[in-house]
């Protein structure tokens, strides 16, 4: 059975732009704040001032005219560690440029490494009240947690424990409901009041729950949450271009993000983005100078309900999770370079996760041993894997060399793999299935072209559940084109691997048939 998302795919769409619809005040031209955008000035104070104005007014559009705008000044954010150039703190702000006009952080706007710290964090724009503090699950900020009965996945709705605790909230309120109330990175769902019952002590929300909590608290963050904020049309080049924290609502279109790896001094490159929902990402470009491609990481922290589409990324790997839920992939390219410490060039762990019509491609994971992966469904600890589920891998292209490992692993539960080309080069083998038990995958309809490496690798220990069907494998007679591990002991449930079309290989399906007693083999 192939799994269905929660959500539709109009509704995510719907969550993802419908934040950015109602901009406030007008349009601050940063030139009129006094920019000279001659590339040698700062103008870090003059950008600001912009920001500050449309902050001021209520929200608006600060413009950005076709010229280069160094910002060579930098700022200290709570976290010792962590400096900023711009700082945009409020709610309706668009930052927005004429075609080719360029933020270049500057050698004074990036601080040096502090004595004790192991890293720096020099951020060009900063969206959202804090970058370097969580402050929704922080009571300093949140203004303390309320408890809650057991919420239920899909439902959207969340009552109070004490229904009289149903007057600290109102319609219009943003919220966050935790799992716990401790720790650092807690599983949360993000959304907004749409209306109030007092009598039952019940929140009605805009959109269903992702997950279910049984021992939920819930903590109002309308006062220290950014909402219909972006970016569109701007290069900013930096050590870290861009961070995004808490925001609801939050687009970047048509930007080219340089994240500049030749500053060093243990400098954060990346992009850093925690705690989004509702959130678009479309026709951007992220790619390094210098010496190096960077790591990038894309939204974290429970971001939810996001859109990527039509970019283009171009880093040493990449990747998302940490109790992510409902995001859309689609139309992107990914060109990854990884180094001998990268296991996973994109990692895609979530929950209820489309990845389609996606190109990804990279160069060889140094180092091997099987594991390793271009592309993986799930890339964390064995006890991240309750939280993901409902991958859909359908229709990308994916080229490699992955000598000694795989171009797509298959990690998660019960992801759904079809209608894919791979091309492997070398001796990787072209997807890699060894996950959580019970793992029943579905891969249908894919074509795998390899070199000397296997079709398919199928890990199950203890029970088999995986359904292989309409696949066109090609390859080299040192290998098998489907290669099914053997167990310690003979497995319970069954494989289906039918009508798959083989060729070239020494072993079309290579099976201990006794360790596998309930697999259903039959020729294409």
């Given at each position: ?209 992702a997950r279910a909590f049984q ?31 808490e925001t609801f609502g939050f ?13 060093g001094g243990r400098n954060v ?256």
């Open positions: 059975m192939q799994f269905k998302p929660i959500l539709p795919l109009a509704f995510i769409l719907l969550l993802a732009t419908s934040f950015s619809t109602a901009r406030a005040g007008g349009t601050f031209d940063v030139t009129a704040f006094g920019a000279a955008g001659n590339g040698t000035t700062d103008d870090t104070a003059a950008i600001q001032r912009a920001i500050d104005a449309a902050k001021h007014a209520g929200g608006g559009t600060v413009y950005f005219p076709a010229r280069t705008y160094l910002v060579d000044s930098c700022f200290p954010s709570p976290h010792p560690w962590f400096f900023y150039n711009l700082l945009i703190d409020s709610s309706n702000v668009t930052l927005s440029g004429q075609k080719d006009a360029k933020l270049l952080q500057g050698p004074k706007g990036r601080h040096p490494v502090l004595a004790g710290a192991t890293e720096v964090r020099n951020t060009v724009l900063v969206f959202g009240f804090d970058s370097a503090i969580i402050r929704f699950q922080n009571p300093a900020y949140n203004g303390g947690f309320f408890r809650l009965k057991t919420t239920r996945a899909g439902a959207a709705a969340a009552s109070l424990a004490n229904a009289a605790d149903v007057s600290h909230f109102a319609k219009g309120d943003y919220v966050a409901i935790y799992a716990w109330t401790t720790g650092d990175v807690i599983p949360t769902e993000t959304s907004r009041v749409v209306s109030v019952d007092a009598p039952s002590g019940t929140l009605v929300l805009s959109g269903p729950l021992s939920p608290s819930i903590v109002k963050v309308t006062s220290i949450a950014t909402t219909n904020v972006g970016i569109k049309n701007l290069v900013v080049e930096g050590t870290e271009p861009l961070a995004v924290t687009t970047a279109e048509d930007n080219r993000f340089v994240l500049n790896t030749a500053a490159t990346g992009l850093n983005f925690n705690t989004l929902d509702g959130f678009r990402f479309s026709c951007n470009t992220v790619t390094c100078s210098g010496p190096a491609f960077s790591i990038l990481e894309l939204p974290q922290r429970n971001s939810r309900n996001g859109v990527l589409e039509d970019n283009t990324f171009e880093v040493r790997q990449t990747g998302m999770g940490e109790y992510a839920a409902h995001w859309r992939f689609t139309g992107n390219t990914f060109i990854l370079h990884p180094d001998a410490k990268t296991t996973v060039g994109l990692g895609i762990g979530g929950l209820d996760i489309d990845f389609h019509n996606n190109r990804v491609e990279g160069g060889n994971l140094v180092g091997g041993g099987g594991f390793g992966s271009l592309m993986a469904d799930y890339n964390a600890p064995d006890d991240y894997a309750s939280y993901v589920g409902r991958i859909r891998i359908t229709d990308n292209v994916f080229s490699c060399r992955a000598d000694g490992n795989a171009c797509l692993g298959l990690f998660a539960p019960d992801t759904v793999v079809t209608g894919n080309t791979i091309t492997v080069r070398g001796s990787g083998n072209g997807i890699h299935a060894e996950g959580p038990l019970p793992q029943s995958l579905i891969i249908r309809n894919n074509r795998l072209t390899m070199g000397t490496g296997n079709g398919m690798v199928i890990v199950t220990p203890l029970r088999d559940g995986s359904t292989i069907t309409h696949n066109t494998i090609s390859g080299s007679k040192s290998a098998a084109g489907i290669f099914v591990a053997s167990p310690k002991s003979p497995n319970s449930g069954a494989h289906a691997i039918a009508d798959n079309t083989i060729t070239g290989f020494g072993t079309e399906v290579s099976i201990d048939r006794v360790k596998h007693p309930g697999t259903k083999l039959s020729p294409r």
